[in-house]
């Protein structure tokens, strides 16, 4: 069995080891500032899904200078896997791809004025195919998952499973299962221990 925690905290922690080094060459955030809607951060109580009250109504951080360390590090996937091409920036897609958990776990953190921007194409059907690999590294599967504010969905090889609000006190497990017609995943929320 796989435990995956809530992703605020986690995306903090994962982007603070990220050296400035890894942004591929030419990308920069330039107009966009979706992460400062989308992610979490704790040193200036701002949750998932909501515009931080520092971000400037036509971009930037009024507090640039001075913002938390977790800002500083934050590079989300486009920004740093080569990859993904101009589709995939987060102020056209409407989502921003975060790797936590060591590299196990991606998450799709969607802007919640665009719930379903991660089911058009060509993302959906990539998100599949990350997912399919995901899981064929069992037993040590990587997980696919969607984070609208706090409404948690996980991405399966074979299907889509609503975990509902997920809170910082709880955690998805996963669970590859073998029976008679083959491996089942089975995915489900629990609290932290
Ligand atoms: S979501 Fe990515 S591209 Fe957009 S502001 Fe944040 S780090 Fe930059
Ligand atoms: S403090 Fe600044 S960089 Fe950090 S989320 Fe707020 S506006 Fe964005």
Wanted: aromatic fraction near 6%; charge should be positive; proline fraction near 8%.
């Amino acid at each position: 069995m796989s435990s995956f925690g809530h992703p605020l905290s986690d995306v903090s922690a994962q982007s603070a080891r990220l050296p400035h080094s890894n942004v591929v060459p030419g990308r920069a955030c330039g107009t966009c500032t979706l992460c400062c809607k989308v992610a979490a951060v704790d040193e200036v109580s701002k949750q998932m899904g909501v515009w931080c009250p520092h971000c400037l109504r036509h971009g930037g951080c009024a507090i640039y200078d001075s913002r938390p360390p977790s800002c500083r590090a934050f590079h989300c996937q486009w920004m740093v896997e080569q990859g993904l091409g101009p589709e995939w920036k987060p102020d056209r897609a409407k989502f921003a791809l975060a790797r936590t958990e060591a590299g196990r776990r991606l998450t799709v953190l969607v802007d919640p004025g665009y719930p379903s921007a991660w089911r058009r194409s060509p993302y959906y059907e990539n998100l599949k195919h990350w997912a399919e690999i995901g899981a064929s590294r069992s037993p040590d599967l990587h997980l696919v998952d969607v984070m609208i504010g706090t409404r948690c969905i996980v991405i399966l090889p074979d299907r889509d499973v609503e975990i509902g609000p997920l809170g910082p006190d709880e955690m998805i497990q996963v669970e590859c299962r073998m029976t008679a017609t083959g491996a089942v995943i089975e995915v489900q929320k629990a609290k932290r221990q």
